[in-house]
C-alpha cells in the first residue's frame, strides 16, 4: 500500500523568505506526482505536476523536484507572500487513485 | 470552461435519508473518482470509475454507492447516511491514468452532515 508523508506538518516563515516543502512515498511505481494547495474548507487547486518520467517542473514562483527512485519531491516557493498562506497537499498518483500526503500548512507573516 | 461540478455543495441530512451528489465533468475524462476528506486522515478514495460502466472499489467503499451510466456523470450514493458519513466529499477526474494526459481535476467539494 502506498504511504505518503508529508514534513514538516506545519511552517510559518516571514514574508519573502523562500519555503521548502517535503513529500516522500513508499512505492515508486507512479504514474505521476501532483501538488495542490488547499484553502481553509476548500477545495483543490492544482499546483504542479510531474509524469514519473521527468525531474522537475516549474510554474511562476513554483518548483518541484522528483526523485522516484527515492521517493521524494520537494516543492520550491520562491519569494514567499502572505497569499501563499494555505495547506500544501502531495498526491501520488498509482494504482487507481491519488494517495495523499497529510499536507503541510503554510503561514507566511506579512 | 473545463470544469468538474458537484451539487449540491452542502449538504445538512438525518440518518437514513438516502441521498445522491452529482458530479459531472465537461472534457471527456474517462476517469472518475470521489474522495473524502477528513480531519487527521486526509484524502481516501472512495469509488472509482474507468469509464461508462466500469466502477470499482477504493479505500472506503462501505456505505456508498455509484454509477457511471454516462461518461460525464458520476453521481454518490448514500442509500442511508449515518454520521460518521459527515466529511467534505470531493468528485475528481482525467483522461486516464497512465500516459501524459492524467491531471487529476478536482470538483470545489461537498460538505454533508449527517444529523
Known amino acids: 500500500k502506498q504511504e505518503v508523508t508529508q514534513i514538516p506538518a506545519a511552517l510559518s516563515v516571514p514574508e519573502g523568505e523562500n519555503l521548502v516543502l517535503n513529500c516522500s512515498f513508499t512505492?515508486?511505481?507512479?504514474?505521476?506526482l501532483q501538488w495542490f494547495r488547499q484553502d481553509p474548507g476548500k477545495g483543490l487547486t492544482s499546483l504542479l505536476l510531474?509524469?514519473?518520467?521527468?525531474r522537475e517542473q516549474t510554474s511562476g514562483r513554483l518548483n518541484a523536484s522528483l526523485d522516484k527512485s527515492s521517493g521524494r519531491s520537494t516543492l520550491y516557493i520562491a519569494a514567499s507572500q502572505p497569499g501563499d498562506s494555505a495547506t500544501y497537499l502531495c498526491?501520488?498518483?498509482?494504482?487507481?487513485?491519488?494517495?495523499f500526503g497529510a499536507g503541510t500548512t503554510v503561514t507566511v507573516r506579512a | 470552461e473545463a470544469q468538474v461540478t458537484q451539487n449540491p455543495r452542502y449538504l445538512i441530512t438525518v440518518t437514513g435519508k438516502k441521498l445522491t451528489v452529482t458530479c459531472s465533468q465537461n472534457?471527456?475524462?474517462?476517469?472518475m473518482s470521489w474522495y473524502r476528506q477528513d480531519p487527521g486522515l486526509g484524502l481516501r478514495q472512495i469509488y472509482y470509475?474507468?469509464?461508462?460502466?466500469?466502477?470499482d472499489k477504493g479505500d472506503v467503499p462501505e456505505g456508498y454507492k455509484v454509477s457511471r451510466k454516462e461518461k460525464r456523470n458520476f453521481p454518490l450514493i448514500l442509500e442511508s447516511p449515518s454520521p460518521n458519513q459527515t466529511s467534505l466529499y470531493f468528485c475528481?477526474?482525467?483522461?486516464?491514468?497512465?500516459?501524459?494526459?492524467?491531471?487529476?481535476?478536482f470538483g470545489p467539494g461537498t460538505r454533508l452532515t449527517v444529523l
Open positions: 475528481a477526474s482525467s483522461f486516464g491514468l497512465a500516459g501524459g494526459y492524467n491531471e487529476q481535476f
Open positions: 512505492d515508486s511505481a507512479i504514474y505521476n
Open positions: 510531474i509524469q514519473s518520467s521527468q
Open positions: 498526491a501520488v498518483n498509482a494504482d487507481y487513485k491519488l494517495s
Open positions: 472534457m471527456n475524462h474517462e476517469y
Open positions: 470509475s474507468m469509464n461508462v460502466e466500469v466502477t
